[in-house]
C-alpha cells in the first residue's frame, strides 16, 4: 500500500496497531452480519424469488408480481405487516414525506421525541423555508419537539407530558444526522414506543431509519415503531440499488402512504418496475454483508483518528447502532482537507476536488466526497459536512473494507 499511495512508514505502522485493536470490535460486527445474512437468505428462500421476479413491467405496472414480491419479502426481513419499496422514490426524504403527509392531517399534531429532524426534513414540516410552499405547516398541522437530555437520549418523561390528544404522530429519528448526540439503539426506540403507546395507544410512531437498516439484530417496526422509512442507496440497497426508499410497518398505514405515493384508490396497485427489480432483489441479499463492511470502515476511521488525537463519535470500542462516523476537527481547512482526501481515495471521480456549496435543503454551505459509482450513495463510501462549528465530518459508507481503508489512510495523509 505504501508504493501504491505514498503513504508514510509511521501511518503503516499506526494501520497495524489500529487492526490489532479492532479485532474484537470486528468480531461483533461478524455476529451481527451473519445473523443478518441468514434471515435475509432465509426470506428469499421463503418467498421463492425466482428470474420471472426480475422480469420488467412498463406503463401502469398492473399485476407486476415481481414488484409486489420484493414488498412481501422486505416486510418479513424487517418484521413488518407490510412494507412499500419502490425505485420512483428518490430519497429517504422523499420516503419520510409520504409517510408524513400519508397519515398526518390538517389539525394533527407531530411530535418530534429526538429534538430537531435532520436538515432536509425542516422546510418539509415547514418551520423553516418560504410559507406557502405545501409544508405540513401550511396544510394546518402543527409541530413541537422534545429535545434530548444532556446525554443524548430521547426524554420519556417530557415527550409523555407533551402528549396531548392532538398530537397524532410521534417521529424518532435513529441515527444522529448532522448533529453530536449518539445514534439511538433499536432497544431504546422501543422504550419510547412503549411509553407512547402505554399513554396513548392510537398514536402512530413513525421512525427515520436512515443508516441503521442491517446495524443491529431488530429494526424498529419489531419493537413497537408503527412505521419506518429510508432510502435505498443507504444500507438496505446493498450498494446496487441506483435509486428508491421504502417506508415498512403496520398494513393499513403502508397503504395510506401508497395513496400518497400515487393517488388515492389505486396506491400501489400501479407502477412500472421498467426492469429495476433485479438490482433491488439483489441489493437487499447483499446488504446485510455491505453494511457489515461500512461498519468496520467506520470503526477503523474512529480508532485511527483517535489515536491522532481528534474527537470521535462513536468511538471505537462502543456498540455501534448506525454506519456514520463523526470526526471534530475544529478547524474548517482540516474538514476540507479530509473531505477531499477521501475523494482522493475514491474509485469513481478521485480526480476531482470537492467544495463547500449551497446544497438544496440545508441551511448551511455543504462539503460531500462522495466518488461513488451511484449518485449520492452513502453506503459507498462518503464523507461530508456542514460548514459550521466545531467543523465535524460525518464519513460513511464503504462497500469493501479494503478500500475504504485505503481511503480513509489517504485523508490522513491530506491532514
Given at each position: 500500500m505504501d508504493t501504491l499511495f505514498g503513504l508514510?512508514?509511521?501511518?503503516?505502522?499506526?494501520?497495524?496497531?489500529?487492526?490489532?485493536?479492532?479485532?474484537?470490535?470486528?468480531?461483533?460486527?461478524?455476529?451481527i452480519t451473519e445473523y443478518n445474512q441468514q434471515k435475509v437468505l432465509g426470506a428469499f428462500i421463503n418467498h421463492r424469488v425466482c428470474e420471472q421476479d426480475?422480469?420488467?413491467?412498463?406503463?401502469?405496472?398492473?399485476?407486476?408480481?415481481?414488484?409486489?414480491?420484493?414488498?412481501?419479502?422486505?416486510?418479513?426481513?424487517?418484521g413488518a405487516e407490510d412494507s412499500l419499496v419502490r425505485f420512483q422514490i428518490a430519497n429517504g426524504t422523499q420516503a419520510l414525506s409520504l409517510a408524513l403527509f400519508g397519515v398526518l392531517r390538517p389539525g394533527d399534531c407531530l411530535l418530534c421525541a429526538t429534538g430537531a429532524p435532520y436538515d432536509t426534513l425542516e422546510e418539509v414540516v415547514g418551520f423553516r423555508g418560504e410559507k406557502g410552499t405545501g409544508s405540513l405547516m401550511d396544510f394546518g398541522v402543527t409541530y413541537k419537539q422534545i429535545e434530548l437530555t444532556e446525554q443524548g437520549q430521547a426524554d420519556i418523561p417530557a415527550?409523555?407530558?407533551?402528549?396531548?390528544?392532538?398530537?397524532?404522530?410521534?417521529?424518532?429519528?435513529?441515527?444522529?444526522?448532522?448533529?453530536?448526540?449518539?445514534?439511538?439503539?433499536?432497544?431504546?426506540?422501543?422504550?419510547?414506543?412503549?411509553?407512547?403507546?402505554?399513554?396513548?395507544?392510537?398514536?402512530?410512531?413513525?421512525?427515520?431509519n436512515c443508516y441503521g437498516e442491517f446495524v443491529e439484530k431488530q429494526e424498529p417496526v419489531e419493537v413497537g415503531a408503527n412505521l419506518m422509512a429510508g432510502s435505498l442507496i443507504k444500507n438496505p440497497g446493498g450498494g446496487l440499488a441506483r435509486c428508491g426508499g421504502y417506508i415498512a410497518g403496520d398494513k393499513d398505514l403502508v397503504e395510506l402512504c401508497s395513496y400518497r405515493l400515487t393517488t388515492q384508490g389505486i396506491g400501489r396497485e400501479v407502477g412500472a418496475s421498467l426492469g429495476f427489480n433485479r438490482e433491488l432483489f439483489m441489493g437487499l441479499f447483499q446488504a446485510p454483508h455491505v453494511v457489515g463492511e461500512a461498519l468496520k470502515s467506520a470503526l477503523f476511521a474512529a480508532c485511527l483518528l483517535d489515536r491522532l488525537g481528534y474527537a470521535v463519535s462513536p468511538y471505537y470500542t462502543d456498540i455501534r447502532r448506525d454506519i456514520i462516523q463523526s470526526v471534530d476537527f475544529g478547524d474548517p481547512q482540516k474538514l476540507?482537507?479530509?473531505?477531499?482526501?477521501?475523494?482522493?481515495?475514491?474509485?469513481?471521480?478521485?480526480?476531482?476536488?470537492?467544495?463547500?456549496?449551497?446544497?438544496?435543503?440545508?441551511?448551511?454551505?455543504?462539503?460531500?466526497?462522495?466518488?461513488?459509482?451511484?449518485?449520492?450513495?452513502?453506503?459507498?463510501?462518503?464523507?461530508?459536512?456542514?460548514?459550521?462549528?466545531?467543523?465535524?465530518?460525518?464519513?460513511?459508507?464503504?462497500?469493501n473494507f479494503h478500500s475504504a481503508k485505503a481511503a480513509i489512510l489517504k485523508a490522513v495523509m491530506r491532514l
Open positions: 508514510s512508514q509511521e501511518l503503516l505502522a499506526l494501520e497495524k496497531e489500529v487492526m490489532t485493536a479492532l479485532k474484537e470490535p470486528f468480531a461483533r460486527v461478524e455476529e426480475f422480469a420488467a413491467t412498463t406503463g401502469y405496472g398492473y399485476d407486476d408480481a415481481g414488484r409486489d414480491k420484493l414488498d412481501r419479502l422486505f416486510a418479513q426481513i424487517v415527550i409523555l407530558n407533551q402528549l396531548t390528544d392532538d398530537v397524532k404522530m410521534v417521529y424518532i429519528q435513529r441515527s444522529k444526522g448532522y448533529s453530536s448526540r449518539p445514534a439511538l439503539s433499536v432497544a431504546k426506540i422501543g422504550d419510547i414506543c412503549r411509553a407512547v403507546h402505554e399513554k396513548k395507544p392510537d398514536t402512530v410512531i413513525l421512525a427515520d476540507i482537507a479530509f473531505c477531499q482526501g477521501i475523494q482522493s481515495g475514491s474509485p469513481v471521480d478521485s480526480y476531482v476536488t470537492p467544495e463547500p456549496w449551497d446544497m438544496p435543503g440545508y441551511a448551511h454551505q455543504v462539503i460531500m466526497a462522495a466518488g461513488t459509482f451511484t449518485s449520492g450513495a452513502s453506503i459507498e463510501l462518503s464523507c461530508d459536512a456542514p460548514i459550521r462549528e466545531p467543523y465535524t465530518a460525518y464519513l460513511q459508507g464503504g462497500l
